[in-house]
């Protein structure tokens, strides 16, 4: 069965800082896809990343990157420069491409790891 | 508008009344999804369903149904509502695209008590 770790619960840090997110996965397929989502306070979901288990590229965006390492399984977010508004609830998830060559049954999400920046 | 749109946004109930959360989309995706959100244990799926004839369990469907009304509507029920079933409840869309699944899109969420 498919598993997301966030083994970190609950970060805090000082704005400026960067701060890494910890995702690791696991998963019997070799087809899969890897998110993020932050949750502000406010309590919606934002999708921030998608990855496809073939692409093994690191990505960069604005302040922040993700780095992709199939070796270990995981799936980390960087913040640079962290904000205030980058205060939220980061969760990673996994879906597997279990149906007619892509359908998934849905996300499977780790329990999240809560980010505080104090200004 | 929202592309996903859940009612109610708040609910405060009852332990044994029945309830149904709705959940309209405008992205015209076929596949659409209920989970639930607890304090520490992240989103867990609840339904989904591919299209109106295929409605399928996810991980933690107990005590709960689901309807497929239309491509554009999954509504979820709880049919005899009980505390433990206090959550953040969050609709989903997806689409498949040149054989890769597309980000879910989320709405806004139900935010559920049962008393």
């Known amino acids: 069965a498919q598993k997301v770790t966030q083994a970190q619960t609950e970060i805090s840090v000082v704005e400026k800082e960067d701060v890494t997110l910890d995702c690791v996965y696991e998963?019997?397929?070799?087809?899969?896809?890897l998110f993020w989502y932050k949750q502000p306070p406010s309590g919606e979901l934002v999708f921030l990343i998608r990855?496809?288990?073939?692409?093994?590229q690191n990505e960069i965006s604005g302040r922040y990157s993700w780095n992709f390492q199939k070796s270990t399984s995981s799936f980390n977010f960087t913040i640079t420069a962290s904000q205030v508004v980058d205060s939220a609830v980061y969760f990673c998830?996994?879906?597997?491409?279990?149906?007619?060559?892509?359908?998934?049954?849905?996300?499977?999400f780790g329990k999240g790891t809560h980010l505080i920046i104090q200004p | 508008d929202a592309d996903v749109t859940q009612t109610p946004r708040n609910r405060i109930t009852k332990t044994g009344k029945r309830i149904m959360l709705e959940c309209s989309q405008t992205?015209?995706?076929?596949?659409m999804y209920w989970y639930r959100q607890d304090p520490g244990l992240g989103l867990r799926l609840i339904y989904y369903?591919?299209?109106?004839?295929?409605?399928n369990k996810g991980e933690i469907s107990d005590g709960y149904s689901v309807s497929r009304q239309a491509q554009a509507k999954f509504s979820l029920s709880l049919e005899s509502a009980i505390p433990n079933q206090t959550a953040l409840y969050f609709c989903?869309?997806?689409?498949?695209?040149?054989?890769?699944?597309?980000?879910?899109?989320f709405g806004d969420g139900t935010r559920l008590s049962i008393l």
């Open positions: 998830a996994l879906s597997e491409a279990t149906r007619s060559g892509g359908g998934a049954d849905g996300l499977t």
């Open positions: 369903s591919f299209d109106v004839k295929d409605i």
């Open positions: 989903a869309t997806s689409d498949l695209e040149a054989g890769f699944n597309q980000p879910q899109h």
């Open positions: 998963t019997r397929d070799t087809t899969y896809y």
């Open positions: 992205k015209g995706h076929d596949r």
């Open positions: 990855r496809n288990s073939f692409d093994e």
